[in-house]
């Protein structure tokens, strides 16, 4: 998706309205326009990119400053209980829109929102197997 199609970058650029939380040189904050649940806020970095994976971790660090305030506020201005921070990378991993977000999602006891957290256990060897082939991708 080039920048000019990509509708968060539109509304950094003021050109798409939104319920605007926080703004700073690097980051924005707005609400979601089809909440999971009241007060569901979305971080956007200013610079486009895809996923975290494609992220200059100097953007990163941006959205990580402002995230401890940010989602603090929200649960407290909502009276939640807890929250998600949630960034969905790839159609396969929910994504929608293709300019890298977290989600803020305020949670309250036994509000329903992502019931299923589908969890399992690795048969023997293998989360040595999946954990060697992680470590030798990793170019840090
Ligand atoms: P994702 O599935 O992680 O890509 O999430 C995209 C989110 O963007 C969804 O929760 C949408 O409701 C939200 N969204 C899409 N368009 C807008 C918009 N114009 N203003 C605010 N939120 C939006
Ligand atoms: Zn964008």
Same mark, same amino acid.
């Given at each position: 998706?080039?920048?000019?199609?990509?509708?968060?970058?539109?509304?950094?650029?003021?050109?798409?309205?939104?319920?605007?939380?926080?703004?700073?040189?690097?980051?924005?904050?707005?609400?979601?326009?089809?909440?999971?649940?009241?007060?569901?806020?979305?971080?956007?970095?200013?610079?486009?990119?895809?996923?975290?994976?494609?992220?200059?971790?100097?953007?990163?660090?941006?959205?990580?400053?402002?995230?401890?305030?940010? *989602? %603090?506020? +929200?649960?407290?201005? /909502?009276?939640?209980?807890?929250?998600?921070?949630?960034? #969905?990378? @790839?159609?396969? *991993? %929910?994504? +929608?829109?293709?300019? /890298?977000?977290?989600?803020?999602?305020?949670?309250?006891? #036994?509000? @329903?929102?992502?019931?299923?957290?589908?969890?399992?256990?690795?048969?023997?060897?293998?989360?040595?197997?999946?954990?060697?082939?992680?470590?030798?991708?990793?170019?840090?």
């Amino acid at each position: 998706m080039s920048v000019q199609d990509c509708i968060f970058c539109k509304i950094i650029a003021g050109q798409i309205p939104c319920t605007k939380i926080y703004e700073n040189e690097f980051v924005l904050a707005f609400l979601d326009v089809g909440p999971v649940s009241e007060g569901h806020v979305l971080v956007v970095s200013k610079q486009h990119t895809s996923s975290v994976d494609q992220t200059d971790p100097r953007a990163m660090a941006e959205i990580a400053k402002v995230l401890p305030d940010l *989602a %603090g506020s +929200v649960k407290k201005a /909502m009276a939640a209980d807890g929250y998600n921070v949630l960034c #969905n990378n @790839g159609a396969s *991993a %929910g994504q +929608v829109v293709g300019h /890298m977000h977290f989600h803020i999602i305020p949670r309250k006891a #036994n509000d @329903g929102v992502f019931n299923q957290w589908p969890a399992f256990q690795y048969p023997e060897g293998k989360a040595k197997e999946i954990g060697d082939k992680i470590r030798e991708n990793i170019s840090l």
